[in-house]
């Protein structure tokens, strides 16, 4: 029993059990399970009890290669074959049992034929207990001790009925069955939790792994969304050091050292041969293991050290490297190999995103800045004929409204390059566009203003009031409507921390069929107005504040129209 514990043992520490465990195997795995389930069998063979049925005393307990015509065995056997076939499945179970129980037959002694096929039922049914508990879950090993117990009891009973000499059987049964069934059932029992101690400490191993990973993502993934530079390099490099517990750590970007845990005076590594591996890493985008050349573990020398470099990759292209610096190679396990290759793996994808992100985000600026730099030539136009007209009549209200075009147009030309401007900023742009529009059109319309005090200083996106009130005056067609034009601004900060902006109108209003289209589309078609100005507006701040900015149009035909802005306050 020791000797097929110590086996058992030895199955566990071969990279195939694992796989087994995980993954289907393919006809070459399978193959080699058959041959060391089986191999387990002969064991269990060789090293059982001789007996003599007829006078039932055990004959020998040494090494059995050859029986007498007159004796049966006590074995061990079925462990291996039950054992490949509950983790295995059907065709290791029958393989296991058929080269198990064919060597059992060319053993020889009394019942043999009998043992070769109840072996190949016991092969058949371990894999088919197998099969249907394999899809619930782990197979455990009280459920094996239990599943083991039955198939050795089917096993045990049918020995005299496939045996000729039926009472003989019967009698040499009734003397070493059940000691095979408590033996072996004990033997499974205790190979499985062998197996099964192994399939968790990988389990813990691999949730370990899992665990680790996330942590580092968690606390290098704003840093790298960043970009690769000397700040994310040097902070992340200590997450890094911290949490997996290597000697050193280094990153690059290109062949240029960004940040490196050590001191510059740290003779633990070799400067050139770092080089060298940074080199080939960037050249061939494939990660490069450094082996020392001396195996002390000890050994304080930078020769005994060894390293493994990993590229970063973005848009499939290398642009740095990762370096993970140990000891001794003897500490760069399988399992420390799989994490930080997919530590690097990880590092290029934040890095992706940074990159994806940064890239929007220009698009997204330059989207704004051309929607803002959208000045109306005709507006231009329309002031300067008006000033040139009223320099004759009224020479010094021509001076005030070429000071409100200055001011206009230095609003209109400095805000193109600005995303977010104080309220009183766009409120001086107000006021000088309406100075000019009120000496256009005298008598046309009156504004009202309300602003909260505490509103004045608070950001907002340039060029979003302005041509709400343009609109206003333009397509609330006052005469139209033989009324007086008011147009009504208000801007107030509510408790939740939100600007309210309201332009207001009491002119001819919107149509309903039109009004579902303004903001959301230019509607080219349309005689007075395209709606290009609350698009544009609604589009920037869709850009600059996503899902946190409410843009909304409301209108009676005959009473008015508000348009109403809803944005997070900031300073």
């Known amino acids: 029993m020791t000797l097929i514990i110590t086996i058992a043992f030895l199955i566990t520490r071969l990279s195939i059990f694992r796989k087994m465990i995980y993954h289907r195997v393919g006809i070459g795995g399978l193959f080699i399970l058959i041959i060391i389930f089986g ?3 002969v064991i269990g063979n060789y090293t059982a009890l001789v007996i003599e049925p007829g006078s039932q005393t055990i004959v020998s307990s040494l090494w059995n290669p050859i029986l007498e015509s007159n004796n049966a065995v006590a074995d061990t056997r079925n462990i291996g074959i039950i054992i490949g076939g509950f983790f295995a499945g059907p065709i290791v179970g029958i393989g296991a049992s058929l080269i198990a129980g064919g060597h059992r037959l060319l053993m020889g002694g009394f019942i043999s034929g009998s043992i070769f096929w109840i072996s190949i039922l016991g092969g058949a049914l371990a894999g088919w207990f197998g099969y249907k508990r394999r899809g619930m879950s782990l197979i ?37 069955g059940i000691p095979i069934i408590v033996i072996n059932s004990l033997g499974i029992w205790i190979c499985a939790m062998i197996f099964y101690n192994a399939v968790q400490e990988e389990e813990r191993t691999r949730a370990n792994q899992t665990v680790k990973t996330f942590s580092i993502a968690d606390r290098t993934f ?80 930078a020769k005994s050290r060894a390293s493994v470099v990993l590229p970063f990759w973005v848009h499939d292209k290398t642009i740095g490297t990762i370096t ?74 021509a001076r005030d409204l070429l000071l409100h075009l200055s001011t206009y147009l230095r609003n209109n030309l400095s805000g193109i390059g600005e995303f ?3 309220v009183n900023k766009e409120m001086e742009n107000v006021q000088a566009y309406l100075a000019i529009e009120q000496a256009r059109f005298p008598n046309k319309f009156d504004v009202q203003i309300a602003i909260d005090e505490n509103a004045n200083e608070l ?26 034009g ?9 408790a939740d921390n939100l600007i309210a902006i309201k332009v207001k109108d009491n002119g001819v209003g919107v149509a309903s069929n039109r009004r579902v289209d303004l903001g959301e589309r230019v509607v080219k078609s349309s005689k007075d107005g395209s709606g290009t100005a609350l698009f544009n507006i609604k589009e920037r701040l869709t ?21 109403s802005i809803t944005l997070p306050a900031k300073t």
């Open 420 to 422: 977010l401007v104080s």
């Open 222 to 301: 704003s840093l790298f969304r960043a970009g690769l530079d000397e700040t994310s390099a040097r902070e992340s490099i200590k997450v890094i050091k911290q949490l997996t517990g290597v000697e050193h750590v280094a990153i690059t970007r290109g062949l240029r050292e960004l940040a490196y845990t050590g001191t510059a005076t740290d003779q633990k590594r070799n400067a050139e041969q770092d080089l060298k591996l940074r080199k080939k890493v960037l050249e061939t985008g494939k990660s490069v293991l450094s082996e020392s050349e001396s195996k002390w573990v000890f050994s304080n020398k």
């Open 140 to 176: 455990k090993p009280k459920h094996m001790f239990f599943i083991s117990i039955i198939i050795l009891t089917i096993q045990i009973i049918a020995v005299p009925i496939l045996t000729t000499d039926h009472m003989r059987a019967l009698k040499l049964i009734s003397f070493t």
């Open 486 to 494: 008011i147009v009504s601004i208000e801007i107030k900060l509510s």
């Open 324 to 397: 993970f610096y140990y000891g001794s190679s003897i500490h760069i396990t399988a399992v420390e190999r799989e994490l930080i290759e997919g530590l690097s793996k990880l590092f290029s994808s934040q890095l992706e995103i940074g990159e994806i992100e940064r890239h929007n985000k220009l698009l997204q600026n330059a989207k704004i800045e051309a929607l803002q730099s959208q000045i109306q030539p005709h507006f231009l136009f329309n002031a300067l004929n008006t000033i040139v007209a009223l320099c004759r009549i009224d020479p010094m209200l």
């Open 39 to 41: 191999m387990f069998g």
């Open 543 to 563: 850009a600059l504040y996503s899902q946190d900015a409410r843009f909304a149009i409301s209108s009676n035909p005959g009473k008015g129209t508000c348009v």
């Open 459 to 484: 950001l907002i996106p340039p060029f979003i009031i302005q041509p709400l009130v343009e609109n206003a005056i333009k397509h609330g067609e006052f005469k139209k409507a033989k009324i007086k």
